[in-house]
């Protein structure tokens, strides 16, 4: 038995039928490269084999009895893969777009928390022959990145042939304890609580004071605010005054209330050394690319609708934390970083070297890569997860249903939009032989954010997902259409222009503060 992080339970209690808090994965595989027949008994054979050894997919919760005390996870007595995994065929037209459909009708409904909280769908029948593995997993169980690390286990580096007799490994089940038991347990725990609340407190707001503290007397120094942009030389793009972020996160459709939890779901993907060309012709990085291509795809989609706000749209960014101590693949170990970006620069390398420049500003809230600061960053992570195992789960479930009432209206929108950028495997996978050819996301848009987008680097390409709240946004197809049109943009710029210099910003020009200890 193992007990569950704070930010797990958060998870965990936050969910409703109207905000359920999981993520899935739509793989397409390429059966022609199967030694053998591919099918669902090889695949089925396959995963019995392999997921009785990866203990996420064997864990599931035991809750606290009236949210008192730590909630658990307890290797499942119960567990069969036949709970789990199911064989679907594809609807008509059997292309990408019914596979978008069928994914969302399937991940509609909240995971059964009395069983280990993951589903699968092996989709066959598609129109070019091709078949798709749809995983759905709890984000209490695992974060993005840990669920990248988890494919290592799950698929192979080469195609390989499979026995479709293939016996499954045992799972050996652990007793799962009463309410009683639970309570009783917890008395030790709930008599330290009000201790160790104070204890990991002081741990949080120390480093937080000593990181703000210059903040704010900076801000009393003439011409200094919050505007949250990048303070540039004349030589280096900036946005328009007009489009100079004064901190106020405009209202859109996306941060709207909504009635029905029901997701739309729209699916691109980019050549990754079209990327690369694009990256190394402007001297940006990956996040710069990303940042811009979503960007413009989201701006014109509200500029359509004759909704773009005249304030910059603010992104809200997932920032891993994981480190090599983690236990692989479990868990969430991550924090986020926030970006105001303007919307009114029409030349696309102007759009790209502006957005480069605010991540550069804004590489200080970032997790910087020395060993030192991400694990000063995860001891406050951690910290932050104790405090919250102190608040009772009844307070999380008032909390989840407060999002969805008038209420919610009278709180400040904290950002816009979400863009989860998740590096893949850098190599070929292989399920049951066939060739996993692209690595799709679906996330968990929800109130108050009703759309994320989903980035995956696997091989040669980057794969997007478009995940939003289908009661305001029925069609994210139009949004990667727009991500389309604007990377197709910068590609030709920067073919158009690889033989003369290549434009950029000076790291030197752009002042950053320095990072908070």
């Not at 290592?152 to 045992?170: G, I, N, W, Y």
Request: proline share 9%.
């Amino acid at each position: 038995m193992k007990a569950m992080s704070g930010l797990d339970r958060l998870l965990l209690n936050v969910e409703s039928e109207q905000q359920p808090m999981d993520g899935a994965g739509i793989f397409l595989l390429d059966p022609s490269t199967a030694p053998d027949r591919h099918d669902y008994s090889r695949v089925k054979a396959e995963l019995s084999a392999r997921i009785p050894r990866i203990p996420v997919f064997t864990r599931r919760r035991v809750a606290a009895p009236f949210g008192v005390g730590y909630e658990q996870w307890v290797t499942d007595p119960d567990f069969s893969i036949d709970r789990h995994l199911k064989h679907v065929g594809a609807p008509a037209p059997h292309d990408l777009s019914a596979l978008c459909d069928l994914a969302v009708s399937l991940l509609d409904e909240p995971l059964r928390h009395d069983r280990p909280l993951w589903q699968m769908y092996y989709v066959d029948g598609l129109s070019d022959g091709s078949a798709a593995l749809i995983v759905r997993i709890h984000h209490a169980a695992v974060d993005g990145v840990g669920g990248m690390e988890m494919l290592a286990q799950l698929f192979d580096h080469e195609p390989r042939a499979v026995d479709p007799t293939l016996s499954a490994c045992r799972v050996d089940g652990e007793r799962v304890p009463g309410p009683a038991e639970m309570l009783v347990r917890s008395i030790p725990d709930q008599m330290l609580t009000p201790v160790r609340l104070a204890y990991r407190g002081l741990l949080v707001a120390w480093p937080l004071v000593r990181g703000i503290a210059p903040r704010v007397a900076g801000l009393l120094q003439p011409g200094r605010g919050t505007i949250p942009e990048a303070r540039v030389t004349e030589e280096s793009p900036q946005p328009p005054a007009a489009q100079r972020s004064s901190g106020h996160t405009p209202q859109t459709v996306f941060n709207r209330q909504c009635a029905s939890p029901r997701r739309s779901l729209a699916l691109l993907s980019i050549p990754m050394a079209d990327v690369q060309r694009v990256k190394s012709r402007f001297n940006v990085t990956l996040n710069d690319v990303l940042l811009a291509v979503t960007s413009a795809g989201v701006a014109d989609y509200l500029r359509g609708r004759d909704e773009l706000p005249a304030e910059p749209l603010r992104v809200v960014s997932p920032v891993n934390i994981r480190d090599e101590a983690a236990e692989e693949g479990a868990g969430n170990h991550f924090t986020f970083m926030m970006i105001a970006i303007p919307s009114d620069i029409a030349d696309p390398v102007e759009h790209l070297l502006v957005i480069s420049g605010l991540a550069k500003k804004n590489k200080p809230q970032r997790i910087a890569t020395s060993r030192t600061r991400r694990k000063a960053t995860g001891q406050i992570v951690s910290s932050v997860n104790r405090m919250i195992d102190a608040v009772p789960g009844g307070s999380w479930h008032m909390l989840a249903h407060l999002l969805h009432t008038p209420l919610f209206a009278a709180f400040p929108t904290v950002a816009n939009y979400m863009v989860s950028d998740i590096p893949g495997p850098e190599q070929r996978l292989y399920l049951a032989g066939a060739e996993m050819t692209h690595l799709y996301g679906r996330s968990m848009a929800g109130v108050p954010i009703g759309l994320l987008i989903h980035c995956i680097s696997y091989a040669d390409s980057l794969d997007f997902g478009f995940t939003a709240l289908a009661e305001l946004v029925p069609d994210p197809e139009r949004i990667a259409d727009g991500v389309q049109r604007r990377f197709e943009l910068l590609l030709a710029a920067a073919e158009d222009s690889a033989k003369a210099p290549a434009p950029s910003p000076k790291t030197s020009d752009v002042q950053t503060e320095a990072p908070s200890p």
